[in-house]
T-cell receptor, first 114, second 111 residues
Framework: EAGVVQSPRYKIIEKKQPVAFWCNPISGHNTLYWYRQNLGQGPELLIRYENEEAVDDSQLPKDRFSAERLKGVDSTLKIQPAELGDSAVYLC????????????FGPGTRLTVL | GQNIDQPTEMTATEGAIVQINCTYQTSGFNGLFWYQQHAGEAPTFLSYNVLDGLEEKGRFSSFLSRSKGYSYLLLKELQMKDSASYLCAVRGNSGNTPLVFGKGTRLSVIA
């Protein structure tokens, strides 16, 4: 069974440029999460989807970050414009419905903003 | 709010036993998870506790005391490949409460 797929794996951009990350969750997993992980820290939730509905986006900096999951499968996370402090690893995870189910993480996208 | 505390770094010898502690303060409680994360890789699920007691899974065991807001991950017969960060994560009791991760404990296994 394929795991969570993310692309790109690495991205280097200059500040003020836009950037987008893509995630394909495990087949059948209705719940999708985007996390940001800074060096030496644990992952912090940015947004959670149940199918195509964003049910928790309280931690998403909405002035520059946006996300979508139009057909309830793949998802994209966008930053526009990027700032130096956005440098981090962006992790996508998916799980079966229900908050008690184990989350499976993708390999992440390491973003460097110069 | 929720607060999760675990040691930043630990070092242990190959073949030994190590215990990684996690204390938490949450608004309600609906489960505690342990994840392993090797450098540059994604976190992978190790264990889940929702009731008090010990859950054993091979060389790894996890313990929970809800009244004390305390958990530990026990790794036996340490191997070099166990060198990684170990993340403690807690979920509160609200249906919309996200999983909150601690900062992780970086374990180094030495020969």
């Amino acid at each position: 069974e394929a795991g969570v797929v993310q692309s790109p794996r690495y991205k280097i951009i200059e500040k003020k440029q836009p950037v987008a990350f893509w995630c394909n969750p495990i087949s059948g997993h209705n719940t999708l999460y985007w996390y940001r992980q800074n060096l030496g820290q644990g992952p912090e939730l940015l947004i959670r989807y149940e199918n195509e509905e964003a049910v928790d986006d309280s931690q998403l900096p909405k002035d520059r970050f946006s996300a979508e999951r139009l057909k309830g499968v793949d998802s994209t996370l966008k930053i526009q414009p990027a700032e130096l402090g956005d440098s981090a690893v962006y992790l996508c995870a998916s799980s079966l419905p229900g908050l008690l189910n184990e989350q499976f993480f993708g390999p992440g996208t390491r973003l460097t903003v110069l | 709010g929720q607060n999760i505390d675990q040691p930043t770094e630990m070092t242990a010898t190959e073949g030994a036993i190590v215990q990684i502690n996690c204390t938490y303060q949450t608004s309600g409680f609906n489960g505690l998870f342990w994840y392993q994360q090797h450098a540059g890789e994604a976190p992978t699920f190790l264990s889940y506790n929702v009731l008090d007691g010990l859950e054993e899974k091979g060389r790894f065991s996890s313990f929970l005391s809800r009244s004390k807001g305390y958990s530990y991950l026990l790794l036996k017969e340490l191997q070099m490949k166990d060198s990684a960060s170990y993340l403690c994560a807690v979920r509160g009791n609200s249906g919309n409460t996200p999983l909150v991760f601690g900062k992780g404990t970086r374990l180094s296994v030495i020969a």
